[in-house]
């Protein structure tokens, strides 16, 4: 049974950080690329960043680049988004998402708040 389940979740002041983990199971991890994708409160989904299955290239949106750094663990089948500089802007639900020729699963999500 596939599974990935995103945490690291919470709330957070305005230029805090928070690492999103999310751990997958019941496929190949290494074989699929990660990503990142957010839906904040009454808008569409946001692709945040993702990496590839190897680990040694990753893309960002002009959003968060330069604040959000991706990255995996292929031994603990886990990506990571570690998030710093967060604005209230950043406030979301955080899904991880794997992809490899045309399968596509998706986690529950989890929720981020930037506020003071």
């Known amino acids: 049974q596939v599974q990935l389940v995103e945490s690291g979740g919470g709330l957070v002041q305005p230029g805090g950080s928070l690492r999103l983990s999310c751990a997958a199971s019941?496929?190949?991890?290494?074989?699929?690329?990660m990503s990142w994708v957010r839906q904040a409160p009454g808008k569409g989904l946001e692709w945040v960043s993702d990496?590839?299955?190897?680990?040694?290239?990753?893309n960002y949106g002009d959003s968060v680049k330069g604040r959000f750094t991706i990255s995996r663990d292929n031994a603990k089948n886990t990506v990571y988004l570690q998030m710093n500089s967060l604005k209230p802007e950043d406030t979301a639900n955080y899904y991880c998402?794997?992809?490899?020729?045309?399968?596509?699963?998706w986690g529950q999500g989890t929720q981020v708040t930037v506020s003071s």
């Open positions: 990496i590839n299955s190897g680990g040694g290239s990753t």
């Open positions: 019941g496929f190949t991890f290494s074989s699929y690329a």
């Open positions: 998402n794997a992809v490899r020729l045309g399968l596509n699963y």
